[in-house]
């Protein structure tokens, strides 16, 4: 990459919300680092994403310190990141289960990957992170409305716009910013209505240019949500 460059990593880049940013930034001629659990799902997401631009497609987990490090000597090689994208995560049980009978073993799962490894890919990235680099972490509603069978996505949610909001108190170098995207037809929408017809879901990218709204770093660091975003573009 050259160094007028602006490179972005995308965790969970392969399919749903994390591809359809990642494409989006492609096609703007941004370099990608993205990864994805599904070998072959991230296969088929680097080809079309290498159309546009340069891509590291690296296979694995973020709960996995070995990955993380990984992300961080792609992002070094890279020449730094100006955007990071926390879009990896887990859903949990399905159908969700209530708190009281919410297994704990599998609640530390849901922590481990909606808390812990977005902050530990922040860890491990922070030195590739240029000054003014902006970090995203996605959020859901779910995270500040009690919805009855999401104690615990909704909690993991919550601790990461906690996490967020000292993070970005604790570094005013980088702008941080939390993002509810809204319903969207993927496949952890599937996951968590097993039973419902969610084709009325729109699609991920109708998120994306509300997201993207922030990555200029022009609005103060903060929580919003992607569809009011789109409606502060169009106003301005």
Known sequence: MDSNSKTALVTGGSRGLGFAIASSLARQGWGIITDARGAAELVAARQELSQWT?????????????????????????GGLNLLVNNAGILGPSPQPELLQYPLSVLEEVYRANVLAPLGVIQAVRECLKPGAVIINIT?????????????????????EQLSAVLAVENP?????????GDMRTR????????????????????????????AGELPGGRYRAQDLIQYSRQA
């Not at 973020?62 to 992300?71: F, G, K, M, N």
């Not at 170098?173 to 995207?181: G, H, L, S």
Request: no cysteine; proline share 10%.
């Open 188 to 215: 952890m929408q599937e996951e968590a209505f097993p039973e419902e017809d969610i084709s009325d879901r729109p699609e991920p990218e109708k998120s994306v240019p509300g997201i993207l709204e922030l990555v």
């Open 140 to 160: 859901s509603d779910a995270g500040v409305e009690a919805y009855p069978g999401w104690g615990g996505y909704g909690s993991s949610k919550a601790a990461l």
């Open 173 to 181: 170098q980088w702008k941080v910013y939390w993002v509810d995207p």
């Open 54 to 78: 340069q891509v590291w497609a690296l296979p694995g987990d973020v709960t996995h310190p070995s990955h993380r490090r990984s992300l961080a000597k792609a992002s070094a090689e890279a």
